[in-house]
């Protein structure tokens, strides 16, 4: 199957070795442009050891780009971890369309901060959902999914490298069979359970230490490693990691 790879991070490079040692025929990379200092995108530098086709746009949106993705006559896109807008036209460029990666159970939690969202909200499940992309916000018809639990001390940086972030490669391959056998899905999402939710940003970082110890409890791992959730000591900023619940306090009084 003829690819297009758009994405980036170490996420896209794992999913471009992937896609190689499945058989696929990786005909252009899109990765984003290089920074002014330090290291190139982790899936930059694996396009050019590779020496494939590859691509640093800084918009999807011109005519140019377009026509650039029309021309490669690929059976299918691959948007694994893709922060810039794509448009409908190129998404439905390749001859299957385009497929894309997503951190949670689609419709819940749609959005950049997925998984921080899903440990705030005290979400006991989680999984990967593999999507058709259209004109919306992860908004697309559902593919595949994969459920996982959500351990009570998890945070965004242990649930994603150790269960979603393997779980998202090895779906991508199932989904990408599926489509070639023609037996791929397009089950539209429930809109009545939909949630978004913003990017997590400080603003919603700081702990009030009057909620009950569960609701601070999520916070603090919902933004470990980042946002990095913090409590003001004066003049001082706290930032808090890694957090635990002592045994029945999740139903404890505040204090």
């Known amino acids: ?55 640093q ?11 650039q993705f029309k021309a490669l006559d690929a059976d299918l896109g691959v948007l694994a971890f893709v922060t810039l807008i794509v448009p409908e036209r190129v998404l439905y460029a390749p001859r299957h369309q385009s497929i894309c990666f997503h951190p949670s159970l689609l419709p819940r939690h749609r959005g950049a901060s997925s998984i921080n969202w899903t ?14 992309p259209d004109k919306g916000l992860d908004t697309g ?21 150790n269960r979603l972030f393997p779980l998202g490669i090895d779906s991508m391959i199932e989904a990408i069979d599926l489509i070639k056998n023609g037996r791929a899905p397009r089950i539209a999402q429930d809109e009545s359970k939909a949630t978004y939710e913003p990017i997590c940003r400080d603003e919603h970082a700081k702990v009030d230490f009057s909620k009950p110890a569960n609701e601070v409890h999520n916070l603090i791992r919902g933004c470990d490693p980042q946002p990095g959730s913090y409590a ?13 619940l002592e045994a029945g306090s999740a139903s404890a009084a505040p204090g």
């Open 141 to 161: 018809p559902i593919l595949l999914q994969k459920k996982v639990p959500v351990e009570p001390n998890d945070t965004v940086g242990s649930i994603y490298f």
């Open 232 to 244: 003001d000591a004066g003049a001082r900023r706290i930032r808090l990691y890694e957090p635990s």
């Open 1 to 55: 199957m003829r690819i297009a790879l758009i994405g980036q991070a170490v996420f896209a490079e794992k999913a471009l070795d992937a896609l190689l040692k499945h058989g696929a025929e990786i005909v252009h990379v899109f990765s984003p442009p290089d920074p002014p200092a330090g290291r190139p995108d982790a899936l930059t530098a694996k396009a050019r050891e590779l020496k494939l086709p590859l691509s």
């Open 119 to 132: 440990l705030i909200a005290g979400d006991q499940e989680t999984g990967v959902t593999w999507f058709w």
């Open 57 to 67: 746009p800084t918009s999807f949106k011109t005519d140019a780009a377009f026509e």
